[in-house]
């Protein structure tokens, strides 16, 4: 039988992100790669669901959320940003994930550009596709903070919001007020939407400071918050979110939200009343035990021959370069093929290349046992190389027979209309992947 299925569809089937979660992990993987918190949701959370499903909180929920939660994230903004928002501005969602779907729906059209960081959390881009829009991927600076000014040379007349996500998701970069402050300002200059996901904007290293989007009070009208509770609170089974928008787009947003997930479960709306309400005590506690994981598997990875760790700042997760001459791709199959599961940096743009991403969000028992297994694989690696290298650097003292350059030297740049050069890069293949998440951009060889 033959189907017809969209060919937005068809351009995000079978990416990196679908392959690892369609994968099936044997018995006994060491799963770090999991963004799922080891952590049980708190008592308290737990109890007032118990209390609403005993009132008979089972029936649709009110229009845009429950009167209790919408208030109760308001007070959450006002405390934590010192922002005024009406219960009119918010929504509840289906975790962040609809909250997404639903302001990406709302503002792009088929050809329309989001600009996004590069490496970001893999789902924007794919709706943007599945939208038929064009994700525009800027690489982060050498730290991997944002470069602002390669972001202002990605705009482009068919570009409508930039999206941040922070804490970032893979590197765990938290974002400095002067970066989000250059991005608003830019979005007030070019008349942009900036949109930030916040999902890990509690989970911080000691001495890191998250710095909230609404708190720019001065560019209210054209910021947007995706939140979540399910890495907070431990509530990622629970799929529970919100939105905060301008005044003026609320209403809009929620018909589009209705219209992909239908009201989210009062008594879970009430859970999240209590968690925003209740004693963030299970907060605090939960990110001490994170910094340790993060510390314990960031000392463990830099004991590592040919893994180069980011220095965690935010979220469960550890942000790897690394030395080997394999694709992010193929190091995390092998890594799989040893019995642990991570995720390839090139599943989070075309800059993750050379990346791999660990997760601390579990016990630290497998933490070690993972880690003991990565560098064993990485040891192998570099046996590997040892073999292949050794004979040419022997020949290297053999006069003409020597070759002359190294066995990677593509040396491309990946070109667009506005200006703007990515690069280098040292294979075709790295180039071509770069590629594929700017529009129309050109492989060619980089100006010397």
Same mark, same amino acid.
């Given at each position: 039988?033959?189907?017809?299925?969209?060919?937005?569809?068809?351009?995000?089937?079978?990416?990196?992100?679908?392959?690892?979660?369609?994968?099936?992990?044997?018995?006994?993987?060491?799963?770090?790669?999991?963004?799922?918190?080891?952590?049980?949701?708190?008592? %308290?959370?737990?109890?007032?669901?118990?209390?609403?499903?005993? &009132? #008979?909180?089972?029936?649709?929920?009110?229009?845009?959320?429950?009167?209790?939660?919408?208030?109760?994230?308001?007070?959450?903004?006002?405390?934590? +940003?010192?922002?005024?928002?009406?219960?009119?501005?918010?929504?509840?969602?289906?975790?962040?994930?609809?909250?997404?779907?639903?302001?990406?729906?709302?503002?792009?059209?088929? /050809?329309?550009?989001?600009?996004?960081?590069?490496?970001?959390?893999?789902?924007?881009?794919?709706? &943007?596709?599945?939208?038929?829009?064009?994700?525009?991927?800027?690489?982060?600076?050498?730290?991997?903070?944002?470069?602002?000014?390669?972001?202002?040379?990605?705009?482009?007349?068919?570009?409508?919001?930039?999206?941040?996500?922070?804490?970032?998701?893979?590197?765990?970069?938290?974002?400095?007020?002067?970066?989000?402050?250059?991005?608003?300002?830019?979005?007030?200059?070019?008349?942009?939407?900036?949109?930030?996901?916040? &999902?890990?904007? !509690?989970?911080?290293?000691?001495?890191?400071?998250?710095?909230?989007?609404?708190?720019?009070?001065? %560019?209210?009208?054209?910021?947007?918050?995706?939140?979540?509770?399910?890495?907070?609170?431990?509530?990622?089974?629970?799929?529970?979110?919100?939105?905060?928008?301008?005044?003026?787009?609320?209403?809009?947003?929620? #018909?589009?939200?209705?219209?992909?997930? #239908?009201?989210?479960? @009062?008594?879970?709306?009430?859970?999240?009343?209590?968690?925003?309400?209740?004693?963030?005590?299970?907060?605090?506690?939960?990110? /001490?035990?994170?910094? !340790?994981?993060?510390?314990?598997? %960031?000392?463990? +990875?830099? =004991?590592?021959?040919?893994?180069?760790?980011?220095?965690?700042?935010?979220?469960?997760?550890?942000?790897?370069?690394?030395?080997?001459?394999?694709?992010?791709?193929?190091?995390?199959?092998?890594?799989?093929? +040893?019995?642990? =599961?991570?995720?390839?940096? @090139?599943?989070?743009?075309?800059?993750?290349?050379?990346?791999?991403?660990?997760?601390?969000?579990?016990?630290?028992?497998?933490?070690?046992?993972?880690?003991?297994?990565?560098?064993?694989?990485?040891?192998?690696?570099?046996?590997?190389?040892?073999?292949?290298?050794?004979?040419?650097?022997?020949?290297?003292?053999?006069?003409?027979?020597?070759?002359?350059?190294?066995?990677?030297? +593509?040396?491309?740049?990946?070109?667009?209309?506005?200006?703007?050069?990515?690069?280098?890069?040292? @294979? *075709?293949?790295?180039? *071509?992947?770069? !590629?594929?998440?700017?529009?129309?951009?050109?492989?060619?060889?980089?100006?010397?």
């Amino acid at each position: 039988m033959r189907r017809h299925i969209s060919r937005y569809v068809q351009a995000t089937a079978g990416g990196e992100r679908t392959r690892h979660f369609t994968a099936k992990q044997p018995p006994g993987m060491l799963k770090l790669d999991s963004g799922d918190p080891h952590f049980a949701t708190p008592p %308290h959370i737990r109890e007032a669901a118990r209390h609403a499903l005993d &009132a #008979g909180l089972t029936r649709y929920a009110p229009g845009q959320g429950d009167p209790e939660f919408l208030a109760a994230v308001c007070e959450t903004v006002e405390r934590e +940003a010192g922002a005024r928002c009406s219960p009119d501005d918010v929504f509840a969602t289906n975790g962040a994930t609809s909250g997404i779907y639903a302001v990406f729906t709302a503002f792009l059209d088929p /050809g329309d550009e989001v600009i996004l960081m590069d490496p970001t959390f893999s789902l924007y881009a794919l709706v &943007a596709r599945q939208l038929g829009a064009v994700p525009v991927a800027v690489p982060h600076g050498a730290d991997y903070h944002i470069d602002v000014a390669a972001v202002r040379a990605a705009v482009t007349p068919r570009t409508r919001l930039i999206l941040v996500n922070n804490p970032n998701n893979p590197t765990g970069v938290v974002y400095r007020r002067d970066e989000l402050a250059a991005l608003a300002n830019l979005c007030a200059e070019r008349d942009l939407l900036l949109v930030a996901d916040e &999902a890990y904007e !509690k989970l911080l290293q000691p001495g890191c400071v998250h710095v909230p989007l609404l708190s720019f009070h001065e %560019h209210r009208d054209r910021l947007i918050l995706i939140h979540t509770f399910s890495k907070t609170y431990a509530m990622t089974g629970w799929r529970l979110g919100y939105v905060v928008a301008p005044s003026d787009l609320g209403t809009l947003l929620f #018909g589009v939200h209705r219209a992909i997930a #239908g009201p989210i479960t @009062t008594f879970v709306q009430r859970a999240g009343a209590a968690a925003l309400r209740g004693s963030q005590d299970c907060v605090a506690e939960m990110r /001490g035990e994170y910094g !340790k994981r993060g510390g314990l598997m %960031h000392r463990l +990875a830099l =004991a590592i021959p040919g893994l180069r760790p980011v220095d965690p700042q935010g979220g469960f997760y550890l942000y790897c370069r690394y030395d080997a001459s394999l694709s992010a791709a193929e190091v995390r199959g092998k890594i799989w093929d +040893a019995g642990v =599961a991570v995720r390839s940096g @090139t599943e989070f743009g075309a800059a993750g290349e050379g990346h791999l991403r660990f997760s601390y969000s579990v016990d630290p028992t497998t933490i070690e046992k993972g880690m003991a297994i990565v560098g064993e694989v990485f040891r192998g690696l570099g046996r590997t190389l040892a073999s292949v290298l050794l004979p040419l650097l022997l020949l290297a003292g053999c006069g003409e027979e020597a070759p002359k350059k190294p066995a990677v030297s +593509a040396n491309l740049c990946v070109f667009l209309p506005n200006g703007m050069t990515l690069g280098p890069y040292d @294979t *075709a293949k790295e180039c *071509a992947t770069a !590629k594929e998440n700017m529009p129309r951009g050109e492989c060619k060889p980089c100006a010397k």
